[in-house]
């Protein structure tokens, strides 16, 4: 009987090691797989604590799990932590959402922000919060020593130069709170780390201003917000990434982590140029004519180049809403000289930003006679300028920018009468005249009018918005002067696109694996999810996810990605090809150590070939293709 119960014993125990070893080896392979993670580049940006999110937030993480993306990212708001005006924190939502990523096996990278549109909510007597400097501080040190050894990575500010600091974008200002947030985060966790809330593209204009400021011992890592395609690709963000990483190194910091917290690109649909793709070459034939009945259609359209462009620079010549011009590089001084009969039109502002010497020789170049060319969201609405430390800065000054031009803009925010959007366009009765083509259902949210103009000014609406049978103001204008001898013509209208679908899934796998060469920490898309239903508004279509959380060629791009280059890939080099447009880039997985060659051309349809350890490399166009190499030879 005793030599039974000891056998049993021994047995019992032998099978409790064996349990053991395999729950040990359990927990060592989740603490490798949890520490890989950690250190995986792939994220993604969203708003998981919104309603449209949250009420999906079980859905949503899976599809983040699902797609190999390791990070989410969210802002953490003093607004919602810190809205009552006694010692009590809000946490409930965010240890929720917590909870939830860590089950999906998904890190959280926090902004730590108190922006004034929100402060003013529930918090007005802290706006801005850099003049409540103790309020700030006792936000960030609540918040970090909740989440003590949950979150170690923290991100400070969104955009700090740009339009989430108010009035304008001030680093000294910035460097203020960011001095706080390090202290308190390292008190309580040295391990913890601190980065410099994302910079608008590669601004390294204002990472100096920051340096100036006192920031260098402040931060661990810089996150930075590089829309579109990379360096490799993008004329104008390869000098931007140049001066930046310049700017880092002149400052001792060249080896300093970054970390893209943003990117990506909006898939919305531009509808004017799909229904009437030479409708802006026959609204210059129309301003042209209103300025002078004997100008025609010009053989060339000039393109103003910043001072602050490096001289040398490749500029894109071409824009798809322009079909058949090429345009002409323009500097200042030449722009100040041209005869206008060479150049009666240039191209002088895309998007929002415009640098101030830029505005003042187009002013000059409109009071002389010229025709200026401004197009997309709110033109001339962001003005960057120097300060006496010889760095730039930018403001948002479409007031003064407006006003000094005689022009004018509402919007929802600006007046209590103007819907946030509208569809309901016409022609103007001059452009109708004229014989432009019709239009139809485009979408308008930024509105045009005449409300500034002077005595002997005439104001000329192209494309006329209305609301309800109301007329709100127009999508595109032309504005002419009494003392002036040119003109304005100006749309708020989208006249370019957004990607396709297919393009956009193309640029993420580019974008990320140009900046993974580039030594880029982690990168993050921006969005998930799409932000509403119209395909017209720019804001709603950078997700991953459609509207209605179906995925979009993007998010199986994704996918693709991380399952062919695992969690935590290493860049090993660039391969040459034989030719500069065709890329070639070789990874390391980290699970098995295979090797992946990644390669594309940067022309469509470009058939390209080379080898490789004996390998036969073959492709065609900007698809990447990903392909397993082995026996290289490295180790």
């Known amino acids: 009987m005793s030599v039974s119960n ?72 003093f607004s919602r932590i810190c809205r009552d005006a006694v010692d009590t924190y809000y946490f409930e939502d965010y240890d929720k959402l917590l909870e939830k990523a860590e089950k999906n096996g998904i890190h959280v990278l926090p902004i730590l922000q108190a922006y004034d549109n929100e402060l003013a909510q529930h918090r007005p007597d802290l706006v801005p919060i850099y003049e409540h400097p103790e309020e700030w501080r006792r936000f960030v040190r609540a918040t970090v020593a909740r989440y003590r050894g949950k979150l170690r990575h923290w991100e400070i500010w969104n955009e700090p130069d740009g339009g989430f600091w108010k009035p304008a974008p001030d680093a000294s200002q910035y460097v203020r709170l960011l001095k706080i947030a390090y202290e308190e985060i390292k008190k309580i966790d040295t391990a ?32 930075v917000h590089p829309y579109h395609l990379g360096p490799d690709a993008n004329p104008q963000v390869a000098w931007e990434y140049t001066d930046f990483r310049k700017v880092l190194a002149t400052n001792g910091q060249q080896d300093i982590e970054i970390w893209i917290t943003e990117s990506g690109g909006t898939s919305f649909k531009g509808q004017l140029i799909s229904q009437n793709p030479r409708f802006m070459l026959d609204a210059i034939g129309f301003a042209l004519n209103k300025l002078d009945s004997q100008r025609a259609e010009p053989a060339s359209i000039g393109l103003v180049v910043s001072p602050r462009i490096p ?18 590089p323009l500097t200042l001084v030449e722009l100040a000289d041209i005869p206008l009969a060479e150049c009666p039109v240039v191209l002088g502002a895309e998007g929002l930003n415009i640098d101030e010497p830029v505005l003042q020789a187009l002013t000059a170049y409109v009071k002389r006679g010229g025709l200026l060319l401004a197009v997309n969201k709110v033109p001339l609405h962001t003005v960057h300028f120097q300060i006496s ?21 509402d919007a ?77 013509l100006i749309s708020t209208l989208a006249v370019e696109t957004g990607y396709s679908e297919r393009e956009q899934a193309n640029l993420l796998q580019r974008m990320y ?19 509403g239903a119209n395909e017209a508004e720019r804001e709603h279509n950078f997700g991953l996810l459609q509207w209605d959380w179906t995925e979009k060629e993007a998010y199986r791009a994704y996918r693709e990605m991380t399952e062919q280059l695992g969690a935590n890939p290493k860049f090993l080099q660039s391969v040459p090809t034989g030719n500069e447009a065709v890329r070639a880039l070789l990874f390391q997985r980290g699970e098995d150590d295979a090797m992946v060659l990644t390669s594309w051309a940067n022309e469509d349809n470009l058939p390209y070939q080379f080898e490789l350890g004996g390998y036969r490399i073959e492709g065609k166009g900007n698809e990447v293709r990903f392909q397993v190499i082995s026996n290289l030879g490295f180790d």
Not at 194 to 215: D, F, K, P, R, T
Not at 403 to 408: D, H, P, T, V
Not at 513 to 524: C, D, H, N, P, R
């Open 6 to 77: 000891n056998n049993y014993h021994r047995a019992f125990l032998a099978i409790g090691l064996c349990l053991l070893l395999v729950v040990t080896a359990h927990s060592q392979q989740r603490r490798q797989s949890a520490t890989a993670d950690l250190f995986s580049p792939w994220g993604v940006s969203a708003h998981p604590l919104a309603d449209r999110e949250w009420n999906k937030i079980d859905f949503a993480l899976t599809k983040v799990r699902e797609a190999g993306i390791r990070w989410l990212r969210e802002d953490f708001r």
């Open 192 to 223: 913890n780390r601190v980065i410099i809330g994302g910079l608008i593209s590669w601004n390294a204009e204002y990472m100096q201003s920051l340096y100036n400021a006192g920031a260098k011992g402040y931060f661990d890592a810089v996150a």
């Open 311 to 328: 001289k040398g620079s490749v500029l894109t010549r071409k824009r798809p809403w322009l079909p058949g011009v090429t345009l002409k």
């Open 389 to 409: 430390d010889g760095t730039w800065q930018r403001a948002d000054r479409y007031k003064q920018t407006y006003a000094a031009l005689r022009m004018g803009l």
């Open 412 to 488: 929802f925010w600006t007046a209590p009468h103007v819907p946030p959007y509208t569809s309901d366009v016409t022609l103007g009765p001059d452009a109708l005249a004229a014989g432009l083509p019709s239009v139809e259902n485009l979408y308008v949210d930024r509105f045009l009018h005449g409300r500034n103009m002077q005595e002997g000014d005439t104001y000329f609406p192209i494309v006329k918005a209305f609301h309800e049978g109301n007329y709100i103001g127009d999508g595109m204008a032309l504005y002419t002067y009494g003392d002036w001898k040119g003109g304005i």
């Open 513 to 531: 694996l140009t900046y993974l060469a580039e030594g880029i920490q982690k990168i993050f898309w921006y969005d998930l999810h799409n932000d």
